[in-house]
């Protein structure tokens, strides 16, 4: 009965029954696998390099942020562009599968972000420099962090039960705090790059 048709003093009209989502285990086997493949295929390049020689402490600066700032530059940019484009679906382009793809674009930019850290570590221990001497890698150090910590509130957004509104505004906030410090991190390593190569 519609509510125009209603018998005054009837009492409410019954509700449909609330449907819960249902977690369909495919789609968790699905979304491990795919999450293994672009891993795989983003963290090669760090899992690729080979060991340090004897002695990389003392500063094989020739074979280290010379040979390496490249692949590290383009996982950061590419992992900057991932998140962002992330935040541009989340944001303003929310279309029926929005979720799924802001999802996948998170993802793939934190790998991304994870194994450049990776390759930047590396280059700077095979160059023979102290770890975490400037700002640059300050940064990106926390920033790596701050964007592992925003992809599991971005996990949990969806599944908890207790506390949700303040998951998804502390996922929000410090989504677009990452992609600041990114862009921010991004810039510094131009400028002591270009320092460091004049030498």
Not at 54 to 83: E, N
Not at 173 to 190: D, H, P, S
Request: glycine fraction near 10%; hydrophobic fraction near 50%.
């Amino acid at each position: 009965m519609s509510p125009l048709n209603r018998i005054p003093g009837a009492g409410p009209v019954n509700k449909p029954p609330v449907t819960r989502h249902i977690i369909r285990p495919e789609r968790w086997i699905f979304s491990g696998l795919l999450l293994a493949l672009v891993l795989a295929l983003v963290c090669g390049p760090a899992l690729a390099l080979p060991d340090p020689p004897p002695g990389a402490g003392a500063g094989h600066f020739d074979q280290g942020i010379t040979v390496y700032w490249p692949y590290h530059a383009s996982l950061m940019v590419t992992g900057f562009i991932l998140l962002f484009s992330g935040f541009i679906v989340a944001r303003y382009h929310k279309t029926k599968n929005w979720f799924k793809t802001h999802a996948l674009l998170q993802v793939c930019g934190g790998a991304c972000i994870i194994a450049g850290m990776a390759v930047g570590v590396y280059m700077v221990t095979l160059s023979g420099f102290p770890p975490l001497r400037n700002i640059h890698e300050i940064l990106g150090v926390t920033t790596v962090f701050l964007v592992i910590i925003a992809l599991a509130l971005g996990y949990s957004v969806r599944r908890v039960h207790t506390a949700k509104t303040v998951v998804r505004i502390s996922h929000r906030w410090l989504g677009r705090i990452v992609i600041g410090l990114m862009a921010v991190t991004i810039v510094l390593g131009i400028y002591f790059l270009s320092l460091i190569l004049r030498r």
